[in-house]
């Protein structure tokens, strides 16, 4: 099974700033026969359930804020979100749909410094 | 509009039974997998399975052998998860999300419902 990892568990971001939240995977989840990575970001708010930021890695679902943005190849992915607001205090999984059984990262909890 | 509404918040004993629902709307729901997700209290995201409405395929994560059945009923465009013998344990909130590749398994999880919180206590 692929084994999800991310970094750090925790961070504090003073508003308006850069939160840069690190996904990586125990094995490649790029197919390069069509050169796509099988990896997506969710944000899940308290008391709700989870949302899709971002898919294949890099493309924003339909409706997130051009703020969130997703990077990353092969076995190494970033979400970053780019001037941090109050809404966006949440934990975010990353998620990888290479291989059965797909598997969620630990996740990453934001919030406010 | 793609919408995926659970079934209400349920309290069992050890032992009992149970069967939690998800009814779909807003697309063909034939078309498109649906996962199964738990999250026990202050934890993160588990994937439990897949089933496809289509022809009732299902595929369950090793990390839950013959915990649960997943099972459709397409007449009602709703989604399943059954447990036979409810254990503490088994506490946790279960979601149902729709894969967006429609046939295609290897995707990423587009809709979610509100989610069902399990309480298992004697």
Known sequence: DIVMT???????????????IKCKSSQSVLSTSINRNYLAWYQQKPGQPPKLL?????????????RFSGSGSGTDFTLTISGL???D?????CQHCYSTPFTFGPGTRVDIK | EVRLVQSGAEVKK???????SCRASGYNFIDYWIGWVRQMPGKGLELMG???????????????PGVVTMSVDKSV??????WSRLRASDTAIYYCARVAGGWTLESHFDSW???TLVTVSS
């Not at chain 1, 898919?55 to 051009?66: E, F, N």
């Not at chain 1, 205090?89 to 999984?93: E, N």
């Not at chain 2, 465009?77 to 059954?82: E, F, S």
């Open chain 1, 6 to 20: 991310q970094s750090p568990d925790s961070l504090a971001v003073p508003l308006g700033e850069r939160a840069t």
């Open chain 1, 54 to 66: 971002v898919y294949w890695a890099s493309t924003r679902a339909s409706g997130v804020p051009d």
């Open chain 1, 85 to 87: 607001q109050a809404e």
């Open chain 1, 89 to 93: 205090v949440a934990v975010y999984y």
């Open chain 2, 14 to 20: 050890p032992g009992e039974s149970l069967k939690i």
């Open chain 2, 50 to 64: 897949f089933v496809f409405p289509g022809n009732s395929d299902t595929r369950y994560s090793p990390s839950f």
């Open chain 2, 77 to 82: 465009t709703t989604a399943y998860l059954r």
């Open chain 2, 113 to 115: 419902g509100q989610g």
